[in-house]
């Protein structure tokens, strides 16, 4: 570490441990402030920039997480160290999530701490060094749209660099629609993995004898209507990567047979009496906190820490409002085949207003629908049809337009959009939460277009 001086905020109410904390980064070139509360600690962000943040678990005023979570969210990307006397897994995670570097439990000697420290400059860095090997993957594979410009979600890149060049676990968290399987799908093609297959997962849409025999196959004569051996997925993934997506919906009697697998590597055919070895590494996503299922008792805890060697975790697209902008245009590109189509800046208003239920696989889907339904090279707000009834295109045409052929294209854009919301849920045998998860809105949006096409019928 170089002579100049670090500036370090140490957040605690313990006159004692904001003395043994002050201490042992002084030896490292640090020049400590402290704060009591969330508060205060708030307030000295305003007035002055830190290299680190330390923070205690357990304030007055808030929770420590909480309030690293606060800091993220204004932008505040300094690296941080939370600390606690009471360690729990939910607490773990969320340290994690909420872009911590570490996570030291009390009592610590004043070298760990120091060492952290050090460590977490360090490794700030690599938040902008693992972008270029990013921006090359994404030209190379063209995933322009999973790379962020919010510091928090850049943070996942650089976790997920990190698990490239091992075979260990990895746990991708994220609400639907952040782009899980895409982190997922770059981990696989960062790795020594590359050459060998990705084979995609969706624990949540088979029931436990189909996911099985998805996974594990089956021999001849198994049941009645296997007719023919069938190999599972765990055995094409053999040499390459599997990804278990919406793991939280995996049964228990199902988590179970993950577990034997994932300690044994191996795995019995249905039917098959003789155990088969694959080298597969395994990579889950959830859109539901796995740790909080794990204290209600819906998750196996030793099935969880078995994938969540290296947790990963993407941020809601509400929560990344400068990533809708490029992301928009980067859909807009991929739909608009002569690429001629803009979106006018009221249009631009409204994505940025939305919240993004659905986010990325929904601003996906509502660039797409705009891209059908506009006129011309113009796309306007009303061409996005954002959960909410579809505004008059009379400001766009101006008056020439006359109003009967106003309601005429009103009624059109409506009917347009009630086909295709009905075409999917057909798709998904009525299945209105499958059917809201492909159309990238919520269940809650599906359910009130469906109630107003009712009323219209």
């Known amino acids: 570490m170089s002579a100049e001086k670090r500036h370090a905020l140490v957040v605690d109410d313990d006159p004692g441990m904001q003395e043994l904390v002050a201490s042992a980064l002084d030896k490292g070139g640090f020049e400590c402030a402290v704060a009591d509360t969330g508060k205060e600690a708030c307030e000295a962000l305003q007035d002055k920039g830190f290299d680190l943040l330390v923070i205690d678990r357990m304030l007055p005023d808030t929770d420590g997480v909480r309030l690293l979570r606060q800091f993220r969210a204004q932008g505040i990307s300094t690296p941080a160290i939370i600390i606690t006397a009471h360690p729990t897994v939910p607490t773990a995670v969320g340290a994690l999530q909420a872009m911590a570097f570490s996570y030291l439990l009390k009592p610590f000697d004043a070298d760990e701490l120091l060492a952290k420290a050090q460590q977490a400059l360090d490794d700030d860095s690599l938040v902008d060094e693992n972008l270029y090997l990013w921006e090359a993957l994404a030209e190379k594979h063209d995933w322009q749209h999973v790379l962020s410009r919010n510091r928090r979600a850049q943070w996942a890149y650089v976790m997920a660099a990190k698990a490239a060049s091992s075979n260990v676990p990895v746990l991708v968290e994220g609400e639907t629609g952040t782009g899980k399987e895409y982190l997922a799908r770059a981990i696989h093609y960062m790795s020594e993995r590359a050459d060998k297959a990705f084979v995609a997962l969706n624990c949540g849409g088979f029931p436990d004898e189909l996911l099985e025999n998805e996974m594990f196959g089956h021999e001849k004569g198994a049941f009645t209507s296997a007719h023919a051996a069938k190999v599972g997925l765990c055995e094409m993934a053999d040499g390459g990567t599997l990804f278990l997506d919406e793991i939280s919906h995996m049964s228990p009697a199902m988590q179970v047979k993950l577990l034997r697998f994932v300690e044994e590597h191996s795995f019995t055919r249905l039917g098959g009496t003789k155990p088969q070895a694959v080298d597969v590494r395994i990579i889950s996503a959830s859109n539901q906190p796995l740790a909080e299922m794990v204290e209600r008792g819906q998750f196996r805890e030793d099935l969880y ?24 245009e980067y859909f807009l590109g991929q739909f608009d085949a002569g690429g001629k189509k803009q979106l006018a800046e009221q249009a631009w208003v409204t994505l940025r207003a ?57 009624l059109l854009l409506e009917e347009v959009e009630r086909q295709h919301i009905l075409k999917v849920l057909e798709a998904c045998a009525g299945d209105k939460g499958a059917a809201a ?20 019928a």
């Not at 796309?379 to 008059?392: C, F, G, K, R, Y």
């Not at 295109?393 to 020439?400: I, K, N």
């Open 437 to 456: 998860e492909a159309l990238g809105i919520s269940r809650a949006t599906l359910s009130r277009r469906l109630k107003k096409y009712e009323a219209a």
């Open 354 to 410: 939305y919240a993004w239920p659905g986010n990325l696989r929904e601003l996906r889907n509502a660039i797409h629908r705009a891209v059908v339904l506009g006129v011309g090279d113009r796309i306007t707000e009303e061409h996005l049809l954002l959960d909410a009834a579809v505004v008059s295109p009379a400001e766009e045409w101006g008056a020439t337009v006359p109003l009967a052929a106003q309601d005429e294209t009103v």
């Open 305 to 328: 820490f078995r994938l969540n060697v290296i947790p990963v975790y993407l941020p809601p697209l509400r929560e990344r409002p400068e990533d809708i902008r490029p992301f928009a």
